[in-house]
């Protein structure tokens, strides 16, 4: 998968919004597409949102990459966000800093409660999953596959 999240969670400098660390949720691949499998059989699932287990703080996602925290002012990290977006600088765009302030995460109790759902992974497990693949990546031992 290649996104904004994943291109953020790739690097080895992180902007982070200083005074904030919300909790994010990783859902893993294998935990996603049991899910969907489950989701086209049950045909009830309207609304049903899949997750992975447990939340991560960003504290705890750039520690288990080895990454370094880069902590600005969201006022001013808004303004370079725009600036960088438009002039097609910067990877990500500016509303994508909410992400680095506010809390994101999904209840996946319907998603039980209906479908039989729940993943095999925690957030974390998810996540240590996705720095292995990257860290081979990085030495060029894995490769992304292009369509």
Known sequence: MHNVITRYLARKLVPTMMGFDPLFQFLHETDAIGGAALGSAARRTRGVQRRGRRRAPAVDR????????????????????????????????????????????????????????????????????????????DVKLLSERTA
């Open 62 to 137: 750039h520690q288990a990459r080895g990454a370094h925290r880069n902590p600005i002012p969201h006022p001013i990290a808004e303004t370079l966000a725009a600036v960088g977006w438009v002039g097609q600088l910067v990877e990500a765009p500016p509303s994508f800093l909410k992400y680095l302030r506010f809390l994101c995460v999904a209840d996946g109790r319907r998603a039980h409660s209906v479908m039989g759902f729940r993943a095999a992974h925690t957030s974390r497990e998810a996540l240590l999953d996705f720095v292995g693949a990257q860290r081979l990546r």
